[in-house]
């Protein structure tokens, strides 16, 4: 990963998890070719030595953190300085350039590296995903008509914190109209006979990140509702079948999309069709009309096409997939069949 003369400074707090298993909101970590490093104050000291065993701990106390960095750097013959240009901010990058060595942009080093995922991170994304699923299920076995759509996320974050989510990601519960919402968040409408729902939820389980969304009938919904529940479910289904190992995911985001296109929705299709998930809720690969992204076996990404219609409403379905070997597994296993819900 690094040549003999360089060192990487870690500062943003996922890329700090994953290399390291570090949770403190502070913090850095130094990575050279012949020692690893992590940069705290006191209060984090016994958590670092629990959570990042594979590190020397390196307390701050007088040094500020520059002269500290520095020191390490020429005790390991630093010469080259990688730092995340995406997550340093203006202020350390003027100390930084203070440095005697040459710095040079990550272009998303660790955030390559994290996009194929380890056994033990689909296993945790994989329980992750079980949660979500289940606690969505669970509140839909108590819905009622004319419940409010907040009561509904309200219940679905109440069983995720039962079955072991150690906090939640987001929750969107839209209904009616709303539905034409893709990033609606809850509120205390009632949600109506008639109206499709839709729910997207994620929980964070072990540090990792799930995603699924599920749209429902409220009831029996007229032609056009019936109509966009349809496409959008074939072409979720189309998009998952194209998963595997080799395929551009800028190829499977305009297959799909050509799809929506040609029912005469695709005006109304307005995000990409995914993005990978792990330890952030958004992380590589993405899959949409600009990204030439190959995806590789080990990769976890979601695939979730919408169609959002101003005043009627709107559908959304969507998986969280590994890429395998030769094909793909779906991560998330809710039936996508048409469903009336409210009914007695």
Avoid: W
Avoid at 41 to 67: H, M, P, R, T
Avoid at 74 to 94: D, R
Avoid at 172 to 180: F, K, L, P
Wanted: proline content about 2%; aromatic content about 8%; glycine content about 8%.
């Amino acid at each position: 990963m690094l040549r003999e003369n360089q060192g990487l400074l870690v500062v943003k707090k996922e890329n700090k998890f994953y290399l390291s298993n570090f949770t403190g909101s502070s913090g850095y970590l130094l990575i050279t070719s012949k020692k690893k490093y992590i940069l705290i104050e006191g209060k984090y000291k016994k958590q670092a030595q629990e959570q990042c065993k594979e590190f020397s701990i390196i307390v701050l106390k007088d040094k500020n953190f520059v002269q500290c960095l520095r020191e390490i750097c020429e005790n390991n013959g630093v010469e080259e300085l990688i730092f995340e240009e995406n997550t340093v901010v203006y202020s350390l990058y003027k100390e930084l350039q203070k440095l005697p060595f040459k710095l040079v942009e990550s272009k998303n080093l660790v955030e390559n590296q994290r996009a194929i995922k380890r056994y033990d991170e689909i296993e945790i994304i994989k329980k992750s995903c079980d949660i979500a699923q289940k606690s969505i299920e669970r509140a839909l076995d108590e819905f009622e008509i004319n419940m409010s759509e907040k009561d509904l996320a309200d219940n679905i974050e109440r069983n995720a914190k039962k079955l072991g989510a150690e906090k939640i990601d987001f929750i969107i519960v839209v209904s009616g109209e709303r539905g034409a919402l893709p990033h609606g968040r809850p509120i205390d409408k009632k949600i109506e006979l008639g109206e499709l729902l839709t729910i997207d939820f994620g929980c964070i389980y072990n540090g990792y990140h799930s995603d699924i969304t599920r749209t429902y009938s409220v009831g029996e919904v007229n032609f056009k509702l019936k109509e966009i529940y349809d496409v959008v479910k074939e072409a979720q289904q189309l998009g998952v079948s194209m998963v595997k190992p080799g395929i551009n995911t800028k190829e499977i985001d305009r297959v799909v999309r050509e799809y929506i296109k040609s029912a005469g929705f695709g005006e109304y299709f307005v995000h990409g069709l995914g993005h990978g998930i792990g330890v952030e809720g958004h992380e590589k690969p993405l899959l949409n009309e600009c990204e030439n992204n190959i995806l590789k076996a080990g990769m976890v990404l979601t695939i979730e096409p919408g169609i959002y219609i101003p005043e009627l409403g709107g559908a959304r379905i969507e998986d969280t997939v590994l890429v395998t070997n030769d094909s793909y597994e779906l991560l998330t296993t809710i039936s996508k069949e048409f469903k009336e819900i409210g009914l007695c």
